[in-house]
C-alpha cells in the first residue's frame, strides 16, 4: 500500500538563496500542510532527524559539514527509512548516480527544477521508497513463511534450475541451498514412482508446459543420492509473470513414510487380532469366501476347523488373565505350526480358533490335520514356571457338502464343534449332515476301534507257510481279524490303517505279538512240532520308544525262542527312516529275532538297503505271485525276485498261492517257501493245530509233470 501523503520535509542546504528558491515553489504549488524544516548543515539535520518523524529529505551534496556521498552516507544512517532527493549542480552528473547507488531515490540539479519537476520527484520517491518497503516486508514474510511450515518447498527458475529452497527441503533433499541453487531442478530432486520405481514425469515439464495450477502426485519416491529412499507426496505449481508467461515452478513436498505406516498398521489392526497377531473374523471370512470361489476350479475342498477350548475359563480363572493370554498365545502359535502356509488360522475372540484348510483332496485330510491338532493343543504348554494343560473341540465343515457361503459353513462347524463338546471334549466331530461319507465311516472306525481294544474283540487267525521241497509248516503268520458284535469280522485291510492313523496300533500290535507268541508256547506245550511265529508290524510300532522292550519282555514271559520269532515288515516301513531301521533291526538280530520283507516287489526298496537291513526273508508280494496263473508269461518279476532273495542269500517266500501252477513254477524256479489259500486259508488257532498235526497233503506239493496227469484224470 503507498502512502500518498507528503507532509512532512526536511530540507537540508546551506544555499540560503537555493533553500529560499525551495521554499517559494513548495509554498506555491506543493501539497496543503506541508510542513517544511530547513536546516543549513547534516549536524543539525541529524539531530532533527533524531526526534522528529520525516517523510522525506532533500538534501544538498555541498553542505559544509558533509560533502558529496558521504552526506547520502550520514542522511540514510540518521533517517534510514525515509526517502531522500539528493540536489546537485550541474556537473555533478557522476556524483548523483553514486548517490542513487547508496540508496537515493532521486535526484534534482540546482537551478534546472521547476516547481512541477521537484514536486513529482519527491512525490515518487515517498511513493519509491514506500513501495520498496513493501516488497521488502513481503518477502520478509514469505521467507519466514516457507521456513516456518513443515512441508519441503523447492522454487526454481523460468529455466527449471532451481532457486530456492526452505530448510525442510534441504534437510529431506541432503542438499544445502548453497550447493544447489542455479543447478537443474531434475539433477537436485530425483522423485520415482512408487507403483513402478520409475522416474515420475518430470515435474517441471509438467508446470512450465501448462498454464494450469497446482496439481497433487500421491505415491512417489523420494531417491536421495545418498541412497535413502523417502516415500512423498508432492504438489507442484507454475509461477506467471505478469503476461502470463511461465516464470518458475515451486514444488512443494512432504515425507509420508510415518502417515503410510500409521494407514499399514491401521491396516493390520483392522484385520488381525491383537493379542495373537493372527487374522481375526473379518480377514478370515474375507479368505473364506476366497477359498469357496476358487475351489471348484481346482476341484479342491475347504474345510472349515471350529476349534474352542475346553476348560479355558477355569484355567483363566484360577491361573490369572496374564497366564490366560499367554497360553492363547502359545496354542495360537502351535496351531499355525501345524498348518501349510495357504491355510488361515484365525482367533475369533474369547478362546475360540478357527483353522481353514483351502486345499482339501480328501475327507481324510481333514481327520489327520483334526487329531494333529488336538494332539499339539494338549501337549502341555509351559509358562511362567507352570505347567499349562488344555484340551480342545474340534467341530468341522466341508465346502460344498456343509454348506456354500463362508457364513454356512462357520455356522456348521461351529455346531460340530458343541456336539464334540458334548462327546466327551477332547475330540472332533464333522457337522452331522456332512455326506463325507468316508470322513464319518473312518470317524466311526476310530470310535469303535477304541471301545474294541476296551473289549478284547481282536482275534488271530494262522496261515501256514510251507516248505516248497519238503512240503513242512514251516511257520505261522498270525493275521488280526477284528471280531465286531454287530457288523461280524472285519478284515484287517479297513481298520489297520485307521489304528495306525490314531495310534490305536500301539495297544493293538501290542496285543498281537503277546497273543502270538502265547500260542506258540501254548502249541509247543502241547507237543506240536516247533514251527515259527509271524507277526505284521507298522512304521508306527517299529519306531515306538518302547517297541523293543516290548519284545523282549514277551519273549521272556512267554519262554519262546527268538529265533521262531519273525516279524513282517513292509518295504515303506523299513525305508522310512533307513538309517534307524538299521540300528533297529540290529538289535533284533543279536536277538535272534526273525525279519521278513513283506509284499516284496511293491515298494522301493534297493538292493543296497536291503543288504544293510540284513533281513532274513523276502515274500514276494501275492499281486505278482497271482500273474503265474492269470498271465503265465508275465512270470519274470516273480523270477526276479527269487533271483534278488538269491543274490542277497536269503530265504524267499510267495505269498497268495493259489493254484498247483504256481506251486510248479515256483518249485522250478527253486523258491524256498510258499503260503496262500492253495495250502490252507489263516484259520483259527485250534484249527491251525491240526494242521500242525496232519501236516500238508503231499499230493499238493506233486512235481509238475504228475499235476498234470492229475488234471487229466
Ligand atoms: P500280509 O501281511 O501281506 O498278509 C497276507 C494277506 O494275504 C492276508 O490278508 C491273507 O489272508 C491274504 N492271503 C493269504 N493267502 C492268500 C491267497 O491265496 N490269495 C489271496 N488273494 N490272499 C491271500 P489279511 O489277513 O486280510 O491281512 C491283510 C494285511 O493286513 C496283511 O497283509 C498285513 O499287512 C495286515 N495285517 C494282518 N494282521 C495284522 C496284524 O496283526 N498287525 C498288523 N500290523 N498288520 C496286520
Ligand atoms: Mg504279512
Ligand atoms: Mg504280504
Known amino acids: 500500500m503507498i502512502k500518498n501523503v507528503l507532509t512532512k520535509l526536511l530540507l537540508v542546504e546551506d544555499n540560503p538563496a537555493d533553500a529560499d528558491l525551495i521554499r517559494i515553489m513548495l509554498r506555491k504549488y506543493g501539497p496543503q500542510g506541508l510542513e517544511l524544516t530547513h536546516v543549513e548543515c547534516m549536524t543539525d539535520a541529524e539531530m532533527h532527524l533524531a526526534n522528529h518523524a520525516v517523510d522525506i529529505i532533500l538534501l544538498d551534496l555541498g553542505l559544509p559539514d558533509a560533502h558529496g556521498l558521504q552526506a547520502v552516507v550520514r542522511a540514510h544512517a540518521a533517517g534510514p527509512r525515509v526517502p531522500l532527493v539528493v540536489l546537485t549542480g550541474l556537473d ?197 469366501r476366497q477359498a469357496i470361489a476358487v475351489a471348484p476350479r481346482q476341484r479342491k475342498q475347504v474345510a472349515v476347523l471350529f476349534l474352542d477350548l475346553d476348560g479355558f475359563k477355569r484355567i483363566n480363572d484360577s491361573l490369572g488373565h496374564s497366564i490366560g493370554d499367554k497360553l492363547l498365545q502359545s496354542v495360537a502359535k502351535r496351531i499355525v505350526a501345524c498348518v501349510r502356509a495357504a491355510d488361515t488360522v484365525s482367533r475369533q475372540g474369547g478362546d475360540e480358533f478357527v483353522v481353514l484348510l483351502t486345499e482339501v483332496q480328501r475327507p481324510e485330510d481333514v481327520t489327520v490335520m483334526a487329531r494333529r491338532l488336538l494332539e499339539v493343543v494338549a501337549a502341555p504348554h509351559s509358562i511362567d514356571q507352570h505347567q499349562v494343560f488344555v484340551g480342545t473341540s474340534i467341530g468341522a465343515s466341508i465346502f460344498p457338502d456343509d454348506g456354500l457361503d463362508a457364513e454356512t459353513l462357520l455356522k456348521n462347524a461351529d455346531t460340530a464343534m458343541y456336539q464334540a463338546k458334548g462327546n466327551g471334549r477332547q475330540n472332533y466331530r464333522f457337522f452331522k449332515s456332512s455326506m463325507n461319507d468316508r470322513a464319518v465311516e473312518r470317524q466311526h472306525i476310530e470310535d469303535s476301534l477304541r471301545l474294541a481294544v476296551e473289549r478284547h474283540e481282536f482275534a488271530l487267525h494262522y ?40 495310534g490305536l496300533i500301539l495297544p493293538i500290535g501290542h496285543w498281537v505279538l503277546r497273543e502270538a507268541c502265547g500260542q506258540a508256547r501254548a502249541w509247543r506245550d502241547a507237543g506240536l512240532p516247533q514251527i515259527s511265529v509271524a507277526v505284521n508290524v507298522t512304521s508306527r510300532e517299529l519306531r515306538s520308544e518302547s517297541f523293543l522292550a516290548d519284545i523282549f519282555s514277551i519273549l521272556e514271559v512267554t519262554g519262546i525262542d527268538p529265533r521262531l520269532l519273525e516279524l513282517e515288515m513292509t518295504e515303506s516301513v523299513l525305508m522310512k527312516d533307513a538309517t534307524s531301521t538299521v540300528a533297529i533291526l540290529g538289535i533284533l538280530r543279536e536277538k535272534g529275532i526273525q525279519v521278513a520283507v513283506d509284499d516284496f516287489g511293491t515298494g522301493y526298496s534297493s538292493m543296497r538297503s536291503l543288504r544293510d537291513f540284513k533281513i532274513n526273508t523276502l515274500k514276494i508280494s501275492e499281486s505278482f505271485v497271482r500273474q503265474i496263473t492269470t498271465l503265465p508269461s508275465e512270470t519274470s518279476l516273480v523270477t526276479a525276485a527269487i533271483r534278488v532273495a538269491q543274490s542277497l542269500n536269503v530265504r524267499v517266500l510267495a505269498e497268495g498261492v493259489e493254484d498247483h501252477r504256481a506251486v510248479a513254477f515256483l518249485r522250478s524256479e527253486q523258491c524256498d517257501e510258499a503260503q496262500g489259500n492253495y495250502f490252507s486259508r489263516p484259520v483259527p488257532p485250534e484249527e491251525f493245530a491240526k494242521l500242525l498235526e496232519t501236516g500238508i497233503a503231499s499230493t499238493l506239493l506233486l512235481p509238475l509233470a504228475e499235476t498234470i496227469v492229475q488234471d487229466r484224470r
Open 92 to 288: 555533478d552528473e557522476s556524483l548523483a548516480e553514486r548517490a542513487i547507488q547508496e540508496g537515493a531515490q532521486d535526484h534534482l540539479i540546482k537551478g534546472q527544477v521547476d516547481a512541477r519537476g521537484l514536486l513529482r520527484a519527491l512525490r515518487y520517491a515517498v511513493e519509491r521508497k514506500t513501495m520498496e518497503e513493501a516488497l521488502y516486508e513481503e518477502k520478509e514474510r514469505a521467507q519466514v513463511t516457507l521456513s516456518c511450515i513443515g512441508d519441503a518447498v523447492v522454487c526454481t527458475d523460468r529455466m527449471g534450475n532451481v532457486s530456492f529452497l526452505n530448510s525442510p527441503a534441504e534437510r529431506m533433499t541432503g542438499c544445502s541451498l548453497s550447493e544447489v541453487a542455479g543447478r537443474s531442478m531434475t539433477e537436485v530432486l530425483c522423485i520415482l514412482d512408487a507403483a513402478n520405481r520409475e522416474l515420475a514425469s518430470d515435474p517441471l515439464a509438467l508446470t512450465l508446459g501448462r498454464t494450469s495450477t497446482a496439481q497433487l502426485f500421491t505415491n512417489r519416491i523420494l531417491a536421495r543420492r545418498d541412497g535413502v529412499e523417502i516415500p512423498i507426496e508432492y504438489s507442484v505449481a507454475p509461477v506467471h509473470d505478469r503476461e502470463g508467461q511461465a516464470a518458475g515452478t515451486v514444488l512443494v513436498f512432504r515425507d509420508v513414510s510415518a502417515a503410510r505406516a500409521k494407514v499399514l498398521q491401521l491396516a493390520h489392526a483392522a484385520e488381525h487380532d491383537f493379542l495373537t497377531g493372527l487374522p481375526n473374523r473379518m480377514l478370515l471370512n474375507d479368505r473364506l
Open 463 to 502: 496261515q501256514p507257510k510251507v516248505d516248497l521241497r519238503t512240503g513242512e509248516i514251516t511257520g505261522a503268520e498270525a493275521l488280526i481279524r477284528w471280531m465286531h458284535p454287530v457288523r461280524g469280522t472285519i478284515p484287517p485291510d479297513e481298520f489297520v490303517h485307521v489304528a495306525e492313523d490314531c
